[in-house]
Structure formats: C-alpha cells, structure tokens
C-alpha cells in the first residue's frame, strides 16, 4: 500500500514538473511592433556589421534613420483563437522599401521560422538594404516577448538580426 501510494505520488510530482520545451509562437511574435536593435554576423559582439558604411556620414545617416520609429520595424500577425485556418502575414518598414502582407512559419520546437513575400520600393541606405535583404533569408529565431533574434545565411556568412518589442 505504502509503495503505491509512494508511486502515485512520484508520478505526480514528474507530471507537474514536466518541461516543456515548445515555445508559445503566437505570445513571441503577435501583438508587438520589433524594433531592430542590432544587425550582424553570428557571434559578433559588435552592434552593426563591420564594413556597411563607406563613411562616418552615410552610417550617421544611417543611425539617425534607425531611430525613427517607422522605419527598421517588423509586425507579425495570425490567430489562434479562430477555428479557421489563418494564414499568418508580417509587415515590414526598412526606411524606403517595405513588405506587406508577407507570410510567415516558425516552428516552437525546432525553432525554424521562414517568411516570405515581396519587397516593395527600393533602399539607398546600407542599413536598410542589409534589414530587407535579410529578412527574406531568415531560417531560425531565438527569443520572448521581449527581444527577438532572427538568424539568416548571406552566402556562406551568418547573420544575426536583434529586436526588442516597443
């Protein structure tokens, strides 16, 4: 009798501890605007790539762009509350180009996210080129509700870029 109970209890304690390793994609991407922060290669501890800017003025120009807040932003949007089969859709702003209506995957396990769509307009800044360019080739995230990094391949290079939620 004392075993079984001492069984029940052991399952129990396992069942409530449990861990689950499976992020909440909807909590993580919907309901917040993402404010790039940062745009770089992977394991860098430098804020922006190195080399972007032919000169001080044109990354000055770059940064007093980033700190707009219509530009440099990602939206991500989908529901998970309707019975219906939503297609999730994603907008971006760089400065000049943008993506409307794009779509979007990630995966909560595997952390592999894909989005898709049309770049509309062009950019002359190098920060924004970069920010477009890349989105396109996301293949993982990694973050919260908070901050958010979105990991592509530029040929052989891999890029990171990093965003907080406003």
Known sequence: MKIERLFILLA???TLTACNNEDDVMEIFTG????????TTEGSSIRFLAGLWDNENSYNNSM????????YILNFYGDTQSSELIE??????????????????ADGISKDLTLNGNITGSESDPLAKEFM??????????????????YYKDGQINKIMGFTAQ
Do not use: C, H, M, Q
């Open 12 to 14: 129990a304690v396992l």
């Open 133 to 150: 360019k890349g989105l396109l080739l996301v293949y993982k995230y990694e973050g919260d509700n908070r901050t958010l990094t979105l």
């Open 32 to 39: 917040k605007t993402w404010k790039l922060t940062r745009l």
């Open 64 to 71: 007093e762009r980033l700190n707009s807040s219509d530009n």
């Open 88 to 105: 999730p859709t994603f907008n971006a702003n760089g400065i000049s180009a943008r993506i409307t209506n794009g779509t979007w995957k």
